[in-house]
């Protein structure tokens, strides 16, 4: 089901919205678990190519275990807030994406997302990113939220 936007005129595009995937540093993962307990964690995560990585430990967890078959999810970020106390309000940007998510397919999924991490958070380390990646492959769970639908939101621009 998707909604419509009640103040239209904050809407972003989908490029804009995805500009602030791109900028933002952490976000918010939010999940269902199979007893039907919403569950939202914070992340670091890399957007490319339609895909938003995720990457964490083998052993399970809560977000591991709320994989399940096609599971959706939905990312926030929030990529200004500027509280405004005499004007009663906040500036502020955001966006979200909505698809499904799943293990990354095989190794090189794997390796790809863990390469988009390295880019986004250490790009200046390239050479000692991947060779932590090599080592901690095996023991790195990889996640892929597949983007179907991306909205966001601004009361910053004029």
């Known amino acids: 089901m998707e909604f419509k936007m009640v103040r239209a005129k904050r809407e ?9 995937f791109a900028s933002a540093s952490n976000a918010v993962l939010s999940t269902v678990d199979p007893d039907g307990e919403p569950y939202g964690v914070p992340i670091s995560f890399a957007l490319e190519g339609g895909r938003i990585y995720l990457h964490g430990s083998m052993k399970g967890g809560h977000r591991l275990t709320n ?9 926030t970020v929030v990529a200004q807030d500027d509280v405004q106390p ?3 309000t906040t500036r502020y940007a955001s966006a979200m994406a909505f698809g499904r998510l ?6 090189d999924e794997k390796r790809a997302g863990l390469m988009a991490l390295l880019r986004k958070y250490a790009p200046g380390h390239m050479e000692a990113g991947i060779r932590y990646i090599a080592a901690a492959l095996p023991k790195t769970s990889v996640t892929v939220l597949e983007i179907e639908r991306v909205s966001g939101k601004s009361n910053v621009r004029g």
């Open 102 to 107: 799943r293990p990354a397919a095989d190794d």
């Open 86 to 88: 005499a004007e009663f």
């Open 12 to 20: 972003l595009g989908r490029e804009e919205a995805l500009a602030l």
């Open 67 to 75: 994989l399940g078959a096609g599971c959706r999810a939905c990312i």
